[in-house]
């Protein structure tokens, strides 16, 4: 009953979606800009895991928008929209990183977050603390593998999706992913170990 009804509530935003690019087309003023404001902070956060200073992050965001616009009338309407626009926003941010242009280690922005309900200072201190360590160990991933955990885990994309989005093999998703997760897994490990030794010493 819960799984049906969150895919009729996903079917029934693509399907706003789609009224919104069909409105845009059509001259309505107010369209795009809701689109903007509904997949905005999506865009941005797909873009900051790319190194990007923060200026060429916004340059990059409005680009992906000004390509959204551009593309409208080549969207296919039977297709879910988001995979779709992350097309465009990873295909802009990848474009602009072959010209060469310098990177900056990013502070995770919006995509990732560690929320706790009431946390105590010392919290908040380790949920920094780990917070920041998550960020650097994505950032040192194969660009290949931190796209696809950031796809298919921070934003929940489908095998099939990232596949699209990528323009890759459903197959090296799953290659991808794999290798990332134990990665991952093994810096976690050794991170816990160094605590240990320290927390015993």
Known sequence: MHDGLAK????QRSDEDCLLLARHLQGDAEAFP????RYGSLVYSVVGRYGLSREERDDVFQEVFVRVHRAAATYQA???LKPWLLTIAVNTARSHLSRGRPREVSDGGAALRIVSEQPSSQDRIEASRTLKWLVGQLDALPAHQREVILLCCVHHLEMRQVAEVLGIPVGTVKSHLRKARLTLAAALERRERTEAREAAR
């Open 78 to 80: 039977e297709k879910a």
């Open 8 to 11: 009729e509530g996903g079917a």
């Open 34 to 37: 809701q689109l903007v404001a």
